[in-house]
């Protein structure tokens, strides 16, 4: 053997995982399927790390809001993921969002130039019998794989639907029609920051009239026909179809991915009846993706009934939305508290495979799997992230908190978290930061504790 560890997949979970090895001295071998002329439904390119259905890694407010604390903990271990998007950031408001290629060719470039690691395009299509192995293969991990998976389990993978939202050309937009603002005017600061003016996103504005329409044609247009062996596959509510919100209600878009809460029309000075916002998708701002709109209508029926919002009647699109089958381990029965399948410790489990949901996730899991292997390889006691913490939080969900019997994909939200025990109870807006406030404090030790 010339590694010390198998790392079977190049996505957000596994690069991360290489990188938190590799940057501490061990041998890594870094298995990843694309760049052998095979690719998985949803992906587009061969790069590391690539992006599918957005461009955001979701807010990145560090005091009140989960994900942000996430972000915030992940930078205080040298995460990858983090490094890279701060590289590739485009102006989104308090959102982090980012260039795609810069995203992924940066993180292709930190790896490559590590001297113990090496990358190697080539599928994987069994579970070694012996070595450390982190299984990062993601949500659509090759079918051979996930076959002997399944019968290394001993039970069925439970899977799920996530979908994709088109990508907009920025010049075909009509802006006569159309406005730049904040997302529900939120975030300006951080975009100034970046060199922006604030007015990240691009608004289309509905009419009562002209949303009830496009309501109509979303419920009507044809759809994407379910192989049998998807048909009662169910969908993970984070990341819904616009028409499935559809059907849940007249109004449902329109208090959801469609609020116009906030955004004033500056040809009325009042909010439209709803919105359609556009989210920068690249650092050149030539291509803005449309936030929420992920998608199972067939790609004629997409271009026909998305250029029904005003301000898009002759939108061209870089892509269209789709649709693919995502799949997770039942973690909380299969795994341990260090992530390893339990009937073969060799082998641990990161990323979205183990049930986490979202890039962020996904890659903190991945960071916390290449931690918890360099300390068993330099003969360290693994300390587990406090509970406090988003890190700890995340980790103890996945490997035994959750509800086995339920158990679906989940977000990091302040829901995993034990709750604040005061003596005076805490008004709702300053709850967020006691949270924040007490993770920090909490992730400090026990990062010089890890790190050390």
């Given amino acids: 053997m010339t590694y010390d560890v198998h790392i079977i997949g190049g996505g957000l979970a596994g690069t991360e995982a290489a990188w938190q090895l590799g940057k501490r001295g061990f041998k890594v071998r870094l298995s990843e399927m694309r760049g052998t002329g095979e690719r998985s439904p949803a992906h587009?390119?061969?790069?590391?790390?690539?992006?599918?259905?957005?461009?955001?890694?979701?807010?990145?407010?560090?005091?009140?809001?989960?994900?942000?604390?996430?972000?915030?903990?992940?930078?205080?271990?040298?995460?990858?993921?983090?490094?890279?998007?701060d590289k590739a950031r485009v102006p989104a408001?308090?959102?982090?969002?980012?260039?795609?290629?810069?995203?992924?060719?940066?993180?292709?470039?930190?790896?490559?130039?590590?001297?113990?690691?090496?990358?190697?395009?080539?599928?994987?299509d069994t579970l070694p019998d012996t070595g450390l192995t982190i299984v990062a293969t993601g949500p659509l991990t090759a079918a051979s794989l996930a076959e002997k998976i399944g019968a290394a389990t001993g039970a069925d993978s439970l899977a799920f639907f996530d979908a994709i939202a088109p990508i907009v050309y920025a010049e075909t937009v009509n802006m006569d029609i159309a406005w730049r603002a904040a997302?529900?005017?939120?975030?300006?600061?951080a975009s100034i920051a970046l060199g922006s003016d604030g007015k990240d996103y691009i608004n289309?504005?509905?009419?009562?009239?002209?949303?009830?329409?496009?309501?109509?044609?979303?419920?009507?247009?044809?759809?994407?026909?379910?192989?049998?062996?998807?048909?009662?596959?169910?969908?993970?509510?984070?990341?819904?179809?616009?028409e499935v919100m559809a059907e849940r209600g007249e109004d449902t878009l329109r208090f959801g991915p469609m609020k116009p809460v906030g955004l004033d029309d500056p040809r009325t000075g009042r909010w439209p009846y709803a919105v359609v916002q556009l989210r920068q998708d690249n650092k050149l701002g030539t291509l803005f993706n449309m936030v929420g709109f992920q998608t199972k209508l067939k790609y004629a029926e997409q271009t026909r009934v998305f250029r029904m919002i005003p301000g898009l009647e002759n939108a061209e699109f870089a892509r269209l939305g789709g649709l693919h089958r995502n799949t997770f381990l039942n973690s909380p029965t299969l795994l341990d508290r260090q992530l390893r399948l339990k009937s073969s410790p060799h082998i641990r489990f990161a990323g979205q495979i183990t049930g986490c949901e979202g890039y962020v996730e996904s890659a903190s899991v991945g960071m916390l799997a290449g931690i918890m292997t360099a300390?068993?390889?330099?003969?360290?006691?693994?300390?587990e992230p406090p509970r406090t913490t988003a890190l700890g939080a995340l980790l103890a969900h996945i490997t035994g908190d959750a509800e086995a019997d339920t158990y679906q994909p989940m977000n990091i939200n302040f829901g995993l978290f034990p709750p604040i025990v005061t003596e005076k109870k805490i008004k709702k807006p300053a709850r967020k930061l006691v949270y924040t406030e007490r993770a920090k404090g909490d992730l400090a030790p026990w990062v010089a504790q890890i790190t050390a």
């Avoid at 994900?67 to 890279?84: F, N, P, Q, T, W």
């Avoid at 009562?208 to 379910?226: D, H, I, N, P």
């Avoid at 300390?375 to 300390?383: P, Q």
């Fill in 44 to 85: 587009q390119g061969d790069g590391l790390a690539e992006l599918v259905c957005s461009n955001s890694l979701r807010s990145d407010d560090d005091t009140a809001n989960a994900v942000g604390l996430l972000h915030y903990e992940m930078r205080a271990l040298d995460s990858l993921i983090m490094r890279a998007a």
């Fill in 93 to 124: 408001g308090s959102a982090l969002a980012v260039d795609r290629d810069v995203f992924s060719d940066t993180i292709e470039a930190e790896l490559t130039a590590l001297p113990n690691l090496t990358l190697t395009r080539e599928r994987v």
């Fill in 183 to 189: 997302r529900w005017d939120k975030g300006a600061e």
């Fill in 204 to 242: 289309c504005p509905m009419n009562k009239a002209q949303y009830l329409a496009f309501r109509e044609e979303l419920l009507s247009g044809e759809k994407t026909v379910f192989k049998e062996w998807e048909a009662n596959t169910p969908y993970f509510d984070g990341c819904m179809p616009i």
């Fill in 375 to 383: 300390c068993e390889l330099a003969g360290r006691d693994w300390a």
